[in-house]
């Protein structure tokens, strides 16, 4: 720890940050659009309406752009975890790059295969080959996603490995336990289904704008349909998702539930903060952010955690100085106890080196008694306080987004009300709000990503790796430039992808 270079490490945490939230900016919109591109030429298929197969093409092509720019950033992303995060890549490789792999040989080759069809096989192939080829890329997609967030997931709560000291590095010892890890698998359903939303607002707002320009309505309107129904199913599916969530982090990650929800001092019977602001940026002596303003509801934090209305929810106060009436171990001990398993593990290599194999056996039982605790050795003489997340950041992004989602259910709900009574062109302030709303969708998701990787933080893998030994030794200043190259270049994409997509939507008006 006193020869680690804070700049090194806050700057290779930022710049991936920024790969990942742009490239995020992407994905959603993929995951989501190509199943309701694949409904709409299904509804062709099944009509033989040629409106349904004029509007599928104008929708595959605001895929196709969105696609290619985010295929960009999402390599640079990938060969970040060997240039900026090499330790990472050494101890955990044999784990992460598994599920990696398999997404680029199953999921995404399938996804490019299959979007050439898509693409340019319109009176090529069969009607319903192209349909087959419609909806295996909006599964290939989705199935990208799985691998990503399974390894993402493993992060969270690493599962299904053993680590061999003769190596250095962590092995997968089950692949099973790994795929099902009910982290990974809620984390999957969570992402996925709330991505559906952002495509949901993006496809209703576009044909919003339609109705609203009183320009190819007929599009507008059929769109809007298919949209509406697929978002409103989205959401439900997204707060059922989410609130499972919030158990698998209270089982396994307790102070990121903590963060969330700006919970210093655990209780029985514990609050749920609405909402809340925080004053003073000083913490008092306890490293507390005080609120000047909060709704609580009574009991709802138990519940929404451990499904019980008395059940004790710990507080960072209690994670980091320990309770024992609960039978919560400090962070200091635990500091101790992986210091106990770093100097083990360096005895056992010593002993074994030189020959000494009885005490090299010693020094390892010894490590494997604390190898839970490994991570946290990394702090030893600092303070234990290092080890809490952002608190601020974590609260605002997770009330942020379940405040949107709210929002959103009532957007869809309205729509599809206002459609089944037949004055949806009527309703004007509705569809304006619709369209103004896809920003949002945006918001709510990248939101949900800041809780997800600032609410673990310092970890890497929790528990187990601290971004401060994830990184890769190089040169500060060479991750400030690629930082600052990243950012100009993706911010490049992201102006051309709006261009270009309002253009073909202007177009479309004209038309």
Known sequence: MNHIDWELVNWSR?????????????????LGITFIIAIMETIYVKTGDEKWKEITKFWMKLFGINFAIGVATGIIMEFEFGTNWSNYS????????????IEGIMAFFMESTFIAVMFFGWDKVSKKFHLLSSWLVALGSN?????????????????????????MRNEMIDFWAVLMNPVAVNKFLHTVISSYIVASLFVAGVSAWFILKKKDVVLGKRSILVATVFGLLATIGTMWSGDESARQVAKTQPMKLAAMEGLYQGDRSAPLIAMGIFGDPEKDEHHREKFIFEVKIPMALSYLAFLQGDAFVPGINDLVHGNKKEGIVSYQERINSGKIAIDALGNYIKFKKSGDLVNAEKELATFRNHENDFG???????????????????????????????????????????????????SRTLLRLTLWSIPFGYVASQAGWIVAEVGRQPWTIQNLLPNIA?????????VQITFFLFLIIFTTLLIAEIKIMLSAIKNRTAH
Not at 90 to 101: K, N, Q, R, S, T
Request: aromatic share 20%; charged share 10%; proline share 5%.
């Open 14 to 30: 930022a710049q991936f940050a920024l790969t990942a939230m742009y490239h995020w900016l992407f994905v959603p919109l993929t």
């Open 90 to 101: 050494w101890f955990v490789g044999d784990i992460f790059g598994a599920p990696l792999a």
């Open 143 to 167: 199935l990208s996603a799985l691998w990503i967030l399974v390894a993402n997931g493993w992060m969270q709560h690493p599962v299904g490995m053993e680590f061999n000291p003769d190596t």
């Open 376 to 426: 946290y050795g990394y702090y030893f003489g600092k303070d234990p306080h290092m080890l809490i997340p952002n608190v601020k950041m974590s609260f605002y992004s997770f009330h942020i987004m379940v405040i949107l989602g709210t929002w959103f259910l009532v957007l869809f709900a309205l729509l599809f009300y206002k459609m089944i009574k037949g004055n949806l062109e009527k």
């Open 470 to 478: 994830a990184v890769s030794q190089i040169d500060a200043y060479s």
